[in-house]
């Protein structure tokens, strides 16, 4: 049975205590839960924990797999996952909360799942200003990985309605908070370079950015291949050759297995010797940067190319195109 057929039974919460007291521990037991923020509703797991980060990907049908943004009830909160800067603090002392992210260095002993940053070694973090967000936040007192709320390819959800419409079945509750205000994602910096850059407009203004920081943004440069939507910037490549759809390693390859195609060597690594796509998708970037640092071309077993499938064969896909 592929991984995203609706099989729950998908809850309305208030945005009340009781309600979001139940959100919090629906997303300490690895569950999915939607909650409203000032830009669109979001679609929350706990992002240590690879395997409900893995299930965003599955209710959502995403075909490929983008870093995701981490929610934190407030800058000291967010400040555990990441290296925080002069320009980091002067925003977030402007804007946060509410509808912008900032992308910052991960801090050593993050504990945040690799599948979040898609295997970078920047995270994006975001403190929303919905009180309702700020409140579930506070309760479940962890990092929050969260997209927009709606299935892949379809627009983004600004009312609870048009959550339940796309997701109904796949995830565990959505807490109903009305209309989202800005109804427009979180404007993205990044903070990690030598100039802070626009990686996203959105919900805040650039202009207004600007001024905070008392210098222009750098713009993403379009033309640049390298740094078009779901390119290398976003993308972790592995230094070391990649050989898909492997039965076995050959002389010198490390092998990185699943299910019943397992790997013999005392390196080898199995994405899930179940065959279960979760588990894969959990593991996946973590797997890669481990056999990566070996040193060694990296052989990777077929995947089926089925719910989450599609998401691991596409990244796998690019780590393995040919490059200079
Ligand atoms: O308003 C919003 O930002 C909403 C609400 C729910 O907070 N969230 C949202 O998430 O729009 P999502 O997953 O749809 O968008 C995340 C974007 C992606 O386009 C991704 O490329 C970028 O953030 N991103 C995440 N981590 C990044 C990183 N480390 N470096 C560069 N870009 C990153
Ligand atoms: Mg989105």
């Known amino acids: 049975m592929p991984d995203n057929t609706p099989s729950k039974d998908t809850k309305i919460l208030t945005a009340d205590p009781a309600g979001l007291t139940r959100a919090a521990q629906l997303l300490q037991a690895g569950e999915l839960v939607s909650f409203a923020t000032e ?38 909160a967010a400040q555990r996952y990441v290296l925080w800067n002069g320009w980091a603090e002067v925003l977030a002392q402007a804007f946060w909360p ?8 991960l801090r050593p002993k993050h504990g945040i799942s690799g599948l979040v940053t898609a295997g970078l070694e920047t995270l994006a973090v975001r403190v ?40 109904n079945g796949r995830i565990a509750a ?14 993205i910096v990044g903070l990690a370079g030598e100039a802070p850059i626009l990686l996203r407009p959105g919900g805040l203004a650039a202009e207004e950015i600007e001024e905070a920081l008392g210098q222009p943004l750098r713009q993403r440069d379009v033309q640049d291949p390298l740094t078009a ?14 050989r898909l759809n492997a039965a076995a390693a050959r002389n010198g390859e490390v092998f990185l297995g699943f299910g019943a195609h397992q790997g013999s060597g005392p390196e080898d690594l199995n994405l899930s010797p179940d065959g279960k796509l979760t588990e894969a998708a959990a593991h996946l970037f973590d797997y890669l940067h481990q056999l990566d640092g070996l ?22 896909a690019r780590a393995a195109a040919p490059r200079d």
């Open 39 to 76: 830009t669109v509703y979001g679609l929350g797991a706990d992002a240590r924990q690879g395997e409900a980060v893995a299930a965003i990907y599955a209710a959502k049908g995403r075909p490929s797999f983008n870093p995701l943004i981490v929610h934190a009830a407030s800058a000291e």
């Open 98 to 105: 509410g509808p912008l992210t900032l992308v910052l260095p």
């Open 128 to 167: 929303p200003a919905q009180p309702s967000a700020q409140r579930l936040l506070q309760i479940f007192d962890g990092p929050v990985a969260a997209p927009s709320a709606n299935p892949s390819g379809r627009i983004s959800p600004t009312l609870a309605s048009h959550v339940f419409a796309g997701l």
């Open 174 to 187: 959505i807490v109903d908070d009305g209309a989202c205000g800005v109804g427009l994602e979180s404007t």
């Open 229 to 242: 939507p779901g390119q290398l910037l976003s993308h972790y490549a592995p230094n070391e050759q990649v």
């Open 295 to 316: 040193g060694r071309p990296i052989a990777v077993a077929p995947i089926p190319d089925e719910g989450l499938g599609a998401a691991i064969n596409d990244r796998l």
